[in-house]
């Protein structure tokens, strides 16, 4: 069963406008407290974007439950949940921004979480399979498909060198613009898209239970004072974090204009000193130097 994915409006005096979410799922803090208080909902959401069936999952628990203590010093920490999956090291992620870089930043993520399995003593063979689930809020790879898989594979034969490897990347601006009850990939990640309190009613209208589960404990997480304080602390960090940026830039681009103004001068000398030397009259120098 298919819905139409688009948002009614509300209208004030000839304005349309519709009720943002204070916080989406992408917000880092949300995203980390709420599976972590509810891992029975993270359990099915990792068990869908691996293309698992719930059921049939033996071994999950999460190995990074706390906020890490510099979260609220550093805007660029992660909120990552690393997890043991059925002997799988599993590692899930929300990227909202764009930085460029971040094929490369989830190359590394991987083969730091992979490094670190490897206990003192221990054997190659004993390293578990290490896969890493990224969700991004931007367009990453040039294609219509909003799910890539990438493992390391001979180049000819396509024969895989190992199966310990695999990254998973979802882009949420490439998901179709309907919602399909029966599709629960998609639904998730509708999930993690959804902008206004319109579009989770979209989502709560087609009757799934583990929708109405998440978005029920969406509504319970967004209340609590634990949750309010450090979404607040790290909106404040952040605000620092940019002025703090601002305030370099401008600096930079002060002291580059000194230099270039500094430069320019010197440049001038020269050639002036140049043309003295070659017999110029001052006239003559003013006339090449108005050119």
């Not at 994915?5 to 995203?31: E, P, V, W």
């Not at 929300?94 to 930085?99: G, L």
């Not at 009850?181 to 898209?193: I, V």
Request: charged fraction near 30%; aromatic fraction near 10%; include cysteine.
């Amino acid at each position: 069963m298919k819905f139409a994915a688009k948002c009614s409006s509300i209208s004030y005096t000839g304005i349309t406008t519709m009720a943002k979410l204070a916080y989406t799922f992408k917000t880092d803090t949300l995203f980390k407290m709420l599976f972590v208080q509810y891992p029975e909902l993270l359990q099915r959401l990792v068990a869908v974007l691996l293309g698992l069936r719930f059921e049939d999952i033996e071994q999950f628990y999460i190995i990074n439950t706390e906020l890490p203590p510099d979260i609220y010093g550093k805007k660029f920490c992660r909120l990552d949940i690393n997890m043991m999956v059925d002997r799988q090291q599993v590692n899930l992620e929300i990227q909202v921004r764009d930085e460029g870089d971040f094929p490369e930043r989830a190359l590394f993520h991987w083969s730091r979480l992979y490094a670190s399995a490897l206990p003192k003593g221990g054997e190659y063979r004993s390293l578990p399979r290490t896969v890493v689930l990224s969700i991004v809020n931007f367009d990453l790879f040039r294609c219509a498909e909003f799910h890539s898989e990438f493992r390391l594979l001979e180049v000819s034969r396509h024969e895989a060198l190992t199966d310990r490897m695999a990254l998973h990347f979802f882009e949420l601006r490439k998901l179709p613009g309907e919602l399909d009850s029966a599709n629960m990939l998609e639904l998730w990640l509708q999930l993690f898209n959804a902008e206004t309190e319109e579009d989770l009613r979209k989502i709560e209208a087609l009757g799934v239970p583990i929708m109405e589960q998440a978005i029920k404990a969406y509504k319970e997480v967004t209340v609590r004072p634990a949750f309010l304080e450090a979404a607040r602390i790290l909106e404040e960090a952040e605000h620092n974090e940019a002025s703090a940026l601002g305030n370099a830039e401008r600096r930079g681009r002060a002291e580059g204009e000194k230099k270039g103004r500094a430069a320019g001068l010197a440049a001038g000398r020269v050639e002036v000193l140049d043309l003295l030397e070659k017999g110029c009259t001052i006239e003559e120098i003013k006339r090449r130097l108005e050119k």
